[in-house]
Nanobody
Framework: QVQLVESGGGLVQPGGSLRLSCAAS?????MGWFRQAPGNEREFVAT????????SYADSVKGRFTISRDNAKNMVYLQMNSLKAEDTAVYYC????????????????????WGQGTQVTVSS
């Protein structure tokens, strides 16, 4: 069982930036970020394949967020720029147990491992 631990959340003003990190205790393949705001379902944010050559983003974050990974360190990152109040949520890192090829994975059921989440609050 691979453990995922997120870090980097916090309070930031609208228009600001944050970089989330996710440390995996072992190898994972496709990695993703999801988020859940109070009263809402957990929603897809971004995903990156094992090779790092394919990424996919939710329309709401496209152009503002960037997902990346360092396989040598078992790390995945989410750079978040131009943050808005509606980005406020708990952000979760997720990973797949098996190789999923070059196809982006955008649904929760695609993922086997989940972190505990890190709170991001965008407020003035």
């Amino acid at each position: 069982q691979v453990q995922l631990v997120e870090s980097g959340g916090g309070l930031v003003q609208p228009g600001g930036s944050l970089r989330l990190s996710c440390a995996a205790s072992g190898r994972t393949f496709t990695m993703g970020w999801f988020r859940q705001a109070p009263g809402n379902e957990r929603e897809f944010v971004a995903t990156i394949t094992w090779s790092g050559t394919t990424t996919s983003y939710a329309d709401s974050v496209k152009g503002r967020f960037t997902i990346s990974r360092d396989n040598a360190k078992n790390m995945v990152y989410l750079q978040m720029n131009s943050l808005k109040a509606e980005d406020t949520a708990v952000y979760y890192c997720a990973g797949t147990r098996l190789f999923t090829g070059g196809v982006p994975r955008r649904t929760r059921s695609d993922y086997d491992y989940w972190g505990q989440g890190t709170q991001v609050t965008v407020s003035s």
